[in-house]
């Protein structure tokens, strides 16, 4: 992969990515139809989101990215706090629709990751990575070096597209020091300092990913400019930086854990600063977008978080002691969620 962290390609890739993110959005329509006849008790009891919950027995947080996936899809609407059908969802997909299409998905019910789809459905435990029979779920493989490096490199390929669209949306010559945190190789902290020189960066992550970071550092010969700081995040956030970036992390989490994140942050951060969330967000009404919803049904069935949207982020701000939270879109369907420090 380029170390120049300015460039940019001529095409746009956006495509490319959704195809790998929305690699589980079917399969859970699939679990939807085969397991759960869906849409027909949709159309049946009138359900509001609880009543989804106890009808069907689902986890909350994963009844919730379902549900976005099925709105964005234009498979059901709110109407008056119920879930309603769509016409189309009424002709093809309930049970007793005369051109019934719930069989033809459900002779794909024997593929194995629906039964890791359904029990994470249930359960809201997150599944193995891949949907590997005997791998561990993505935090715990992360733990694992071969696993990290190749984790790691995956998401540099991504983010040398992503980096240098924040710093065309967010105006960085007025500070002077950022930690990303959580940031993998460092791939944003170098591409932000690359078009701000006045900054000077820091890589907060835990072994075994501070050595990734180290070496791309040295790859990219940052070591003057950024320092990579072994610690958790969970724990502490190291003091003396201006902007905390959060780049594709509060997704792996549930909002009990972002809350310590961001409570973490604010204690940490100088006074004037600010925290940047930089993600893929959901609508605040949670109508989609559908490439959105999609990669959030990958981040369901692999660890404890989703998609958020700013309206379940903000509160969350506001009780730490943000200010001034808004959102601004990035490059595709990312975004940054920023909040001051006064």
Same mark, same amino acid.
């Given at each position: 992969m380029?170390?120049?962290t300015?460039a940019l390609p001529?095409?746009?890739?956006?495509?490319?990515i959704?195809l790998r993110?929305?690699?589980?959005?079917?399969?859970?329509?699939?679990?939807?139809?085969g397991h759960?006849d869906?849409?027909?008790?949709?159309e049946k009891?009138?359900?509001?989101f609880e009543g989804?919950c106890?009808h069907f027995?689902t986890d909350?947080r994963?009844?919730?990215v379902?549900l976005t996936y099925f709105?964005?899809?234009g498979?059901?609407?709110?109407?008056?706090?119920?879930?309603?059908?769509t016409?189309?969802?009424?002709?093809f997909?309930?049970?007793t629709?005369?051109?019934?299409?719930?069989?033809?998905?459900?002779?794909?019910?024997?593929?194995?990751?629906?039964?890791?789809m359904?029990?994470?459905?249930?359960?809201g435990?997150?599944?193995s990575w891949?949907?590997?029979?005997?791998e561990?779920?993505w935090a715990?493989?992360?733990e694992r070096?071969?696993?990290?490096?190749?984790?790691?490199?995956?998401?540099d390929s991504?983010?040398a597209?992503m980096?240098?669209?924040?710093s065309k949306?967010?105006d960085f010559?007025k500070?002077?020091?950022?930690?990303?945190i959580?940031?993998?190789?460092?791939?944003y902290v170098c591409?932000i300092?690359?078009?701000?020189p006045?900054l000077t960066?820091?890589?907060l992550?835990?072994s075994?990913?501070?050595?990734?970071?180290?070496?791309?550092?040295?790859n990219?010969?940052?070591e003057?400019?950024?320092k990579? /700081?072994e610690?958790?995040?969970?724990?502490s956030?190291? $003091? @003396? =930086?201006d902007?905390?970036?959060f780049s #594709?992390?509060?997704?792996d989490w549930?909002l009990?854990q972002?809350?310590i994140?961001?409570?973490?942050s604010?204690?940490?951060l100088n006074k004037g600063?600010?925290i940047m969330?930089h993600?893929?967000?959901?609508?605040?009404?949670?109508s989609?977008?559908?490439s959105?919803?999609?990669?959030s049904i990958?981040l369901?069935f692999?660890?404890w978080?989703?998609c958020?949207? /700013?309206t379940?982020l903000?509160?969350l701000l506001?009780a $730490? @002691? =943000?200010?001034?939270?808004?959102?601004t #879109?990035?490059?595709g369907?990312?975004?940054i969620?920023?909040?001051?420090?006064?």
């Amino acid at each position: 992969m380029t170390n120049d962290t300015i460039a940019l390609p001529e095409t746009d890739p956006a495509d490319l990515i959704g195809l790998r993110d929305s690699v589980y959005a079917t399969d859970l329509l699939i679990t939807a139809l085969g397991h759960l006849d869906f849409f027909t008790a949709i159309e049946k009891y009138e359900l509001d989101f609880e009543g989804i919950c106890n009808h069907f027995k689902t986890d909350r947080r994963c009844t919730d990215v379902m549900l976005t996936y099925f709105v964005a899809l234009g498979l059901i609407s709110i109407e008056n706090g119920h879930y309603v059908v769509t016409k189309k969802t009424s002709e093809f997909l309930l049970s007793t629709s005369t051109w019934n299409l719930i069989p033809y998905f459900s002779n794909l019910l024997e593929r194995p990751i629906i039964e890791k789809m359904l029990d994470a459905l249930k359960t809201g435990k997150p599944q193995s990575w891949g949907a590997k029979k005997d791998e561990l779920d993505w935090a715990k493989a992360m733990e694992r070096p071969d696993f990290a490096a190749m984790f790691t490199a995956g998401m540099d390929s991504r983010a040398a597209l992503m980096a240098p669209a924040i710093s065309k949306k967010f105006d960085f010559s007025k500070y002077n020091t950022m930690l990303d945190i959580g940031g993998a190789s460092g791939v944003y902290v170098c591409s932000i300092i690359d078009h701000f020189p006045n900054l000077t960066g820091g890589i907060l992550e835990k072994s075994p990913v501070d050595k990734i970071a180290e070496i791309s550092i040295r790859n990219k010969e940052k070591e003057a400019s950024v320092k990579v /700081i072994e610690g958790d995040m969970f724990q502490s956030i190291p $003091a @003396g =930086f201006d902007i905390h970036l959060f780049s #594709h992390v509060l997704h792996d989490w549930t909002l009990e854990q972002n809350q310590i994140l961001i409570n973490n942050s604010f204690n940490s951060l100088n006074k004037g600063g600010v925290i940047m969330i930089h993600d893929a967000h959901v609508n605040p009404d949670k109508s989609g977008p559908l490439s959105t919803a999609e990669y959030s049904i990958l981040l369901m069935f692999s660890c404890w978080g989703k998609c958020y949207s /700013i309206t379940e982020l903000a509160p969350l701000l506001e009780a $730490a @002691g =943000f200010v001034n939270i808004r959102e601004t #879109h990035t490059t595709g369907n990312r975004s940054i969620i920023t909040g001051e420090k006064k």
